[in-house]
């Protein structure tokens, strides 16, 4: 069974970083895609970045330049590094088995003005 959580979320001044991580049970990350989402309140939850499982990484515009995706195989763990946080990054942010039902939790991100 493929198991997800997500850790590293909190509260952070505009400006800061947070290094986001999804871990997986069921499911390795050597050979497979991983998705990361975010859920702002009052809006639908969105995609923002993927890794292939040939390491080719894809970013929404509003995050380019920002966020960096990386792999950690000897911990079978995805790493989303957040820099430059705006106020409008607050959200749930989701790690996903693109195209299942596989999400983890959630981690929450809150950055302060």
């Known amino acids: 069974q493929v198991q997800l959580v997500e850790s590293g979320g909190g509260l952070v001044q505009a400006g800061g970083s947070l290094r986001l991580s999804c871990a997986a049970s069921?499911?390795?990350?050597?050979?497979?895609?991983v998705a990361w989402y975010r859920q702002a309140p009052g809006k639908q939850r969105e995609l923002i970045a993927t890794?292939?499982?040939?390491?080719?990484?894809n970013y929404i515009d509003s995050v380019k330049g920002r966020f960096t995706l990386s792999r950690d195989i000897a911990k079978n763990m995805v790493h989303l590094q957040i820099d430059s946080l705006k106020p409008e990054d607050t959200a749930v942010y989701y790690c996903?088995?693109?195209?299942?039902?596989?999400w983890g939790p959630g981690t929450q991100v809150t950055v302060s003005s």
């Open positions: 996903r088995v693109p195209a299942t039902m596989y």
């Open positions: 069921g499911y390795s990350f050597r050979s497979n895609a």
């Open positions: 890794i292939t499982s040939g390491g080719s990484r």
